[in-house]
């Protein structure tokens, strides 16, 4: 059942009017049909009259400070400190979702936090950020409120990070990817069975939108897969999914293989087993991935970046810990030289594994 939509709407861009009085949200591919009061499945885009509106810009579920290794981000100027928020609802219905709490919210009260796109900036400012992200939730369903953040962040010197499952049209993709600096983006699996079983979406957008950020921006790109045992793990798919990286993106994208916990809608499938993860982290590297990662486990060796001409080690890491550090200020390795793929200024940073929940309203 649709919530009444009450409270400041925004504007939204990138819908058209049907023969029918109906108005198609265009934002993203699942293309939601509205009539006037009606939500998009998103929850957040609404048909308010004749027009399309966004009923969440500048509220936000709340502003944390993370490490930037948490988006899960390790080449875009590692330990440095990353001002993260969200807002609510998601264009996916993963039976999955680990955040499940904000992304499918239909209680307005968990936006309990606003900020216009200038406030947030200086606050990123007066935080010592080396950037902010939008994430907990897809980003790119809050298009409108994200760009104009991103505007101000620029304007401060400030980077921006999109964390989002890459669902999205191509005429939006363009303005948003355009603001962002950097993006993980989460390729659930490398099969549209499973998109449409169990995040009921359709795998090609997202490989679409991989091959845009790669080959046509100089957005700095890393990929995440949630490992599910039983449903993505398999051989067969690991080398599909990393053979199609490497092919079609290039070694030097970072992969994160992350171990699932139950929640949400899927409690019947066991935790995934660090074993597991290895294993996807040799598969991938046989194909000829420079840069692959294990994620929501302890394992130094598989969190640590290693030079993939030399074997040197560059960035020790333990989670959010980073050790031993190998590379040059401008992200050479300092043994043979080597340029390692990624954003590097300067010695690292030392915000460390600390997780800092902000207020920015009073």
């Known amino acids: ?5 009450e409270g400041p ?4 861009r990138y819908w058209h009017e049907l023969a029918d009085g109906r108005l198609q949200c265009d934002l993203c591919p699942r293309f939601c049909k509205l009539r006037d009061g009606k939500r998009g499945l998103c929850f957040v885009r609404a048909r308010q009259g004749k027009q399309m509106v966004l009923t969440t810009y500048g509220r936000s579920s709340g502003f944390c400070i993370d490490p930037i290794e948490k988006k899960p981000l390790n080449h875009f100027y590692p330990g440095t400190p990353v001002l993260s928020f969200g807002t609510a609802g998601c ?5 999955f979702c680990q955040n499940w709490d904000i992304s499918k919210s239909r209680e307005i009260e968990t936006l309990s936090d606003r900020a216009d796109p200038q406030t947030l900036a200086k606050a990123a400012q007066r935080l010592d950020c080396r950037s902010v992200a939008f994430t907990y939730n897809d980003p790119v369903i809050f298009l409108e409120y994200a760009v104009d953040v ?3 962040c620029h304007e401060l010197g400030i980077a921006t990070v999109a964390v ?4 999205i049209c191509p005429e939006p993709r363009t303005e948003f990817f355009g603001c962002m600096d950097a993006a993980n983006v989460d390729l659930k699996a490398f099969s549209n069975d499973f998109y449409r079983k169990i995040c009921g979406a359709d795998l090609q957008p997202v490989l679409e939108t991989l091959e845009y950020l790669v080959h046509e921006t100089e957005v700095w790109v890393e990929i995440t ?3 599910i045992p039983g449903e993505n793990d398999s051989d067969a798919e690991l080398h599909a999914l990393s053979q199609w990286v490497v092919e079609h993106l290039g070694p030097g994208v970072p992969l994160h293989f992350t171990a699932f916990h139950p929640d949400f809608k899927m409690l019947d499938k066991p935790r995934t087993p660090a074993s597991t993860l290895s294993r996807a982290r040799r598969i991938a590297k046989a194909n000829g991935a420079s840069y692959v990662y294990t994620g929501n486990v302890s394992d130094v060796e598989g969190g640590s970046t290693r030079c993939p001409s030399c074997d040197a080690l560059l960035i020790e890491r333990d989670r959010y810990h980073l050790g031993h ?3 040059t200020d401008d992200g050479h390795c300092a043994g043979c030289g080597h340029r390692v793929a990624g954003r590097f200024q300067g010695p690292p940073g030392t915000w460390g594994p600390r997780r800092r929940p902000v207020r920015l309203s009073g």
């Open 325 to 327: 550090w190998g590379l």
């Open 150 to 152: 991103a505007d101000a």
């Open 9 to 12: 709407t925004h504007a939204a």
């Open 164 to 167: 989002t499952a890459g669902e």
């Open 91 to 95: 264009n996916l219905a993963c039976k």
């Open 1 to 5: 059942m649709d919530a009444p939509i």
């Open 225 to 227: 897969t949630l490992l």
